[in-house]
C-alpha cells in the first residue's frame, strides 16, 4: 500500500514528507456508499529514525452521518471534505474544546449537497465552499470500536477505534515537537474517480454512437445518389 499512496501522491503533484516522523496523514474515501458505516481508512506513514517506512492504516469515515446529512446544520447543506491536498491546514488543539485532535485552522474545501450515489451525474454534484468549518480530525468515542457513524461526524474525518485514535495522537505529538504545529491532510477520494470513470465511458459511447449514426447516414445518402 505503502507503494501505491506514494504514486499516488506523485501522481497528482502532491507533497511526500521524508524526515524522521515526519507525517504524511492520507484519507482514503471509498468508492463503496454505505450510509452510516466507518467505510473509508486514513493512512498515516512516515520514516522511522533508522530510515524505514511505517505504515498504518486506520478505520475511519471521511463523510458526515446521515442524521446530519438529512438534519444540516448550514443552510446550503452538510459539508464533504473535497479530495485534495490541504498543506499545513491543520494542527494539534481540541475538538469541541474537549480533547485533544488534528483542528482546521486554515481554509479547506467542501462540497455541500453532495450526492452520494452521484455516479452517473455529468457534473460532480454539489457546490463548492471555502473557508473554516471545523473539519477536525478526531475519534467516535472515548474507548472501544464503533461500527456505525451516528451523530459523531458532521463533515469531520473521525477515527472508528479509540485505541488506535490514541496511536494517531501519540505520532501527532512526535511530528509536533519536531517540525511545529502544522499538519498537511490529503483527501484521495476514490467514488469520484469512479464518478469520472463512468463518465468518461458514457461520453466516450455517445460520441461512438454519434459518429457511427451520421457515418450511416452519410452512406445512405451517397448511395441514393449513385442511384
Not at 481508512?41 to 492504516?57: L, M, N, R, T
Amino acid at each position: 500500500m505503502l507503494n501505491k499512496t506514494r504514486q499516488i501522491l506523485r501522481s497528482k503533484g502532491y507533497k511526500l514528507y521524508k524526515q524522521p516522523y515526519q507525517l504524511n496523514i492520507v484519507a482514503y474515501r471509498s468508492k463503496i456508499v454505505r450510509s452510516n458505516q466507518f467505510d473509508d481508512e486514513i493512512h498515516v506513514f512516515y520514516i522511522h529514525s533508522q530510515g524505514k517506512w511505517i505504515y498504518h492504516i486506520f478505520a475511519a469515515t471521511t463523510d458526515p452521518c446521515q442524521y446530519w446529512l438529512d438534519n444540516p446544520v448550514h443552510p446550503q447543506g452538510t459539508a464533504f471534505l473535497k479530495k485534495g491536498q490541504y498543506e499545513g491546514a491543520y494542527a494539534m488543539g481540541y475538538h469541541r474544546g474537549i480533547y485533544q485532535a488534528l483542528v482546521q485552522v486554515q481554509d479547506v474545501t467542501v462540497i455541500r449537497d453532495y450526492d452520494r450515489k452521484g455516479i452517473f451525474k455529468w457534473f460532480e454534484s454539489g457546490y463548492e465552499d471555502t473557508g473554516r468549518f471545523g473539519i477536525n480530525i478526531h475519534r467516535a468515542r472515548n474507548e472501544g470500536k464503533v461500527k456505525v457513524i451516528d451523530d459523531f461526524s458532521a463533515g469531520c474525518l473521525v477515527f472508528a477505534d479509540a485505541e488506535e485514535y490514541d496511536l494517531f495522537m501519540k505520532l501527532v505529538k512526535i511530528h509536533r515537537d519536531r517540525y511545529g504545529n502544522r499538519f498537511t491532510v490529503t483527501l484521495v477520494d476514490f467514488r469520484d474517480e469512479r464518478r469520472r470513470i463512468y463518465r468518461k465511458v458514457a461520453w466516450t459511447s455517445l460520441i461512438t454512437s454519434s459518429i457511427l449514426f451520421f457515418a450511416d447516414l452519410y452512406c445512405r445518402q451517397t448511395r441514393d445518389e449513385a442511384v
